[in-house]
């Protein structure tokens, strides 16, 4: 299926250092869905947002419903070496389907 | 809340063998399951979505014959693999829509099943 443009592809990091990925679409959604996969494991569900221009945070973690409904950010605050792992965005257009982007690896350097 | 199970988490077969794999949605009810295969370093990619009381819906490229899909309840979908092959080795994982206020809007995922084929 369509895969959404998410960015970077890989981050290397400095513990303590912010983190800041993304996601983008040529068309809209209603929801954008930010997961976190560590290996061997499902992905897990970080935020959830609904709403264009929605601003959630969970923690650490704060993501963005972009105001045009194409995109979605999400930023990670004073990382820790367990934030290590891949971060996925997913997007539910109005025809109700999901499209996942082509995740981000993050690595923490302590 | 909102937690999916999958069974078994591994497993290794023979060639020529059929493996099934179970997804349950432990605490709601879940009218659509999805199906996902992963391979390293890659992101999900669906293999066919679920629908409880009716026949799964298989994207382009996916053999409805060989990823058998059956939801059979409102809280569990299995995927068997029939007639495995080593190139079926793979990463499975199932997600479930549903279980928040956005009931229809959110997918949650299952663990995983680790299928090595030799």
């Known amino acids: 299926g369509q895969q959404l443009n998410q960015s970077p592809q890989s981050m290397f990091i400095q513990e303590g250092e912010d983190v800041s990925m993304n996601c983008t679409s040529s068309s809209i959604f209603n929801t954008w869905l930010w997961y976190k996969q560590d290996p061997g494991e499902g992905p897990v569900l970080l935020i959830a947002l609904y709403k264009a221009g929605e601003l959630t945070s969970n923690g650490r973690l704060t993501a963005q419903f972009g105001i045009t409904r194409k995109d979605s950010f999400l930023n990670i605050s004073a990382s820790i070496p367990s934030d290590v792992g891949i971060y996925f965005c997913?997007?539910?257009?109005?025809?109700?389907?999901?499209?996942f982007g082509t995740g981000t690896s993050l690595t923490v350097i302590p | 809340g909102a937690v999916v199970s999958q069974h078994p988490s591994w497993v290794i077969c023979k060639s020529g063998t059929s493996v099934k794999i179970e997804c349950r949605s432990l605490?709601?009810?879940?009218?659509?399951m999805f199906w996902y295969r992963q391979f390293p370093k890659q992101s999900l990619m669906l293999m066919a979505t679920?629908?409880?009381?009716?026949?799964?819906?298989?994207e382009q490229g996916v053999e409805k014959d060989k990823f058998l899909i059956n939801h059979a309840s409102l809280t569990l979908s299995t995927l068997t693999v029939t007639s495995a092959h080593p190139e079926d080795s793979s990463f499975y994982i199932c997600?479930?829509?549903?279980?928040?206020?956005?009931?229809?809007?959110?997918?949650?995922f299952g663990p995983g099943t680790r299928l090595t084929v030799l």
């Open positions: 605490d709601f009810q879940a009218t659509t």
């Open positions: 679920s629908n409880e009381g009716s026949k799964a819906t298989y």
């Open positions: 997600s479930a829509r549903g279980g928040t206020r956005r009931s229809t809007d959110t997918q949650y």
């Open positions: 997913a997007g539910q257009n109005p025809g109700n389907q999901f499209y």
